[in-house]
Nanobody, 121 residues
């Protein structure tokens, strides 16, 4: 059974940084690409970033390019999202998800429960 658990969310001031973690269990992590998404109240879920199973390929949403970095440590079964230069509009619940293959297909079958990130003025 695949389980994804996000952590690292919290309250941060504008311009600050946070690092989210997604701990995965149930399947060999390196066999699957992973993604991060977010959803703010009243808004649709937004793609943030994705990383291939090996970590050699990444993809980012336009709203976070240059500020957020996705990475992974397959030995620790963990995927990270480093968020810098945070803005109030980054406030949302952040979710990690597991893709169907090691390549970035953006076809996610498993999701975590989410972690709240709040950016204050």
């Amino acid at each position: 059974q695949v389980q994804l658990v996000e952590s690292g969310g919290g309250l941060v001031q504008v311009g600050g940084s946070l690092r989210l973690s997604c701990s995965a269990s149930g399947r060999t992590l390196s066999r699957f690409a992973m993604g991060w998404f977010r959803q703010a109240p009243g808004k649709e879920r937004e793609f943030i970033a994705a990383i291939s199973g090996s970590g050699s390929s990444t993809s980012y949403g336009d709203s976070v390019k240059g500020r957020f970095t996705i990475s992974r440590d397959n030995a620790k079964n963990t995927v990270y999202l480093q968020m810098n230069s945070l803005k109030p509009e980054d406030t949302a619940v952040y979710y990690c998800a597991q893709d169907r293959t090691a390549y970035i297909m953006k076809a996610y079958d498993y999701w975590g429960q989410g972690t709240q990130v709040t950016v204050s003025e």
